[in-house]
């Protein structure tokens, strides 16, 4: 079966897109992959599987590759004597701006090309943390209290000390600080804004237990996989994140009771349908007090959450023969017909 890895993109995540995609060669080596790599400047490269390393893309390697063109249906290569196509579904593994705020998918969408991936609309409400607290509030799932602190409004924070502060529109816990008194408040905030405009703050709970969830639907039915207990220390800071894109070894199935399982289940599908359709999503949650929260949505998780499904190649071969259909809209331009027929024209 075939199968193309996007990756790359234009986004303070570049990188991490890099490591996943080369993560995820090597998990799904029953495919025939193809892997196309979207540069900071947006050119689309037909990388040679051999060449899928770090290096070839830090050295600039890959611009020795031919490049591809976005046409109807897929992309095509250019050439003197023609052109080659290339047809075949998409695996969106681009994160953060771009792969996760609804570009790409708006952009597949548009060329009529299948893909793995959350729609523009998931994206759109998944990308932003504050629009995900919304749609989780609205859909019944608790998060953590919060609020939102503009570049240019005044550093007023209501919540108690510690906290943590987050760009709004970032993955990877770029720009993440835990603050625990006023004197550090003006340095997280500084490097936030580095990466954002707008930032969200929550309490920050120590020792909280944390729970890590993927899956998809396929023909309606959700396909979970195991839960997973993230070994941390405070929190996942860049580093241990970056060395987690990489991941490929399934990881131990957290040792937790049959009614947790089950409502981190429930709350993942009521996040999930029928909205991310289409997706393999990780939900990461906290469980307090015997009550899950939903902590974040990554809706192109690193290396895709391969390490917390026991068959994630059949996995992703189950997802990709039942992708949502985008309705054709079929234009006859009977309007403008019965217009210039009543006035002769």
């Not at 070994?231 to 994140?241: G, R």
């Not at 990489?246 to 947790?260: I, P, Q, Y």
């Not at 999930?272 to 393999?280: D, K, N, Q, T």
């Not at 039942?322 to 027929?341: E, G, R």
């Amino acid at each position: 079966m075939k199968l193309a890895i996007l990756f790359g993109g234009a986004s303070y995540e570049h990188e991490i897109s890099i490591v996943s995609a080369i993560t995820v060669k090597e998990k799904l080596s029953r495919f025939e992959l193809s892997f196309i790599f979207c540069d900071q400047d947006h050119k689309f490269y037909m990388i040679d599987a051999a060449k899928m390393k770090a290096i070839t893309f830090s050295r600039g390697e890959h611009r020795k590759m031919p490049q591809i063109f976005l046409t109807n249906g897929g992309f095509e290569q250019r050439g003197m004597f023609g052109s080659k196509k290339y047809e075949m579904p998409i695996l969106n593994l681009i994160h953060g701006g771009d792969g996760e705020d609804g570009t790409i998918a708006a952009m597949l969408d548009f060329f009529h090309i299948p893909f793995i991936g959350p729609r523009k609309e998931a994206s759109m409400l998944s990308f932003d943390k504050h629009y995900t607290k919304w749609f989780a509030g609205s859909l019944g799932v608790k998060t953590l209290p919060y609020e939102i602190i503009r570049k240019d409004d005044k550093r007023e924070i209501a919540t108690a000390y510690p906290f943590i502060i987050k760009p709004a529109r970032l993955g990877s816990s770029i720009g993440v600080s835990i603050v625990r008194e006023a004197s550090e408040l003006d340095y997280a905030l500084d490097v936030a804004f580095e990466f954002d405009n707008v930032v969200l703050i929550e309490p920050f709970m120590a020792g909280v237990k944390e729970y890590n969830l993927a899956g998809f639907s396929a023909r309606g039915e959700i396909t979970y996989s195991i839960v997973e207990e993230p070994q941390k220390a405070e929190f996942l800071d860049f580093e241990k994140k970056y060395l987690d894109f990489s991941r490929s070894d399934k990881v131990a199935e957290a040792s937790v009771s049959e009614v947790l399982v089950q409502q981190l289940r429930d709350a993942f599908k009521t996040i999930y349908s029928p909205l991310f359709e289409g997706a393999i999503i990780r939900c990461d949650f906290f469980e307090i007090e015997g009550e899950v929260y939903l902590n974040e949505v990554n809706p192109i998780p690193g290396s895709m959450a391969n390490y917390l499904f026991e068959d994630f190649s059949g996995s992703v071969q189950k997802l990709l023969g039942a992708l949502p259909d985008k309705k054709a809209i079929k234009v006859n331009y009977d309007y403008i017909h019965s217009i210039s027929q009543a006035k002769g024209k």
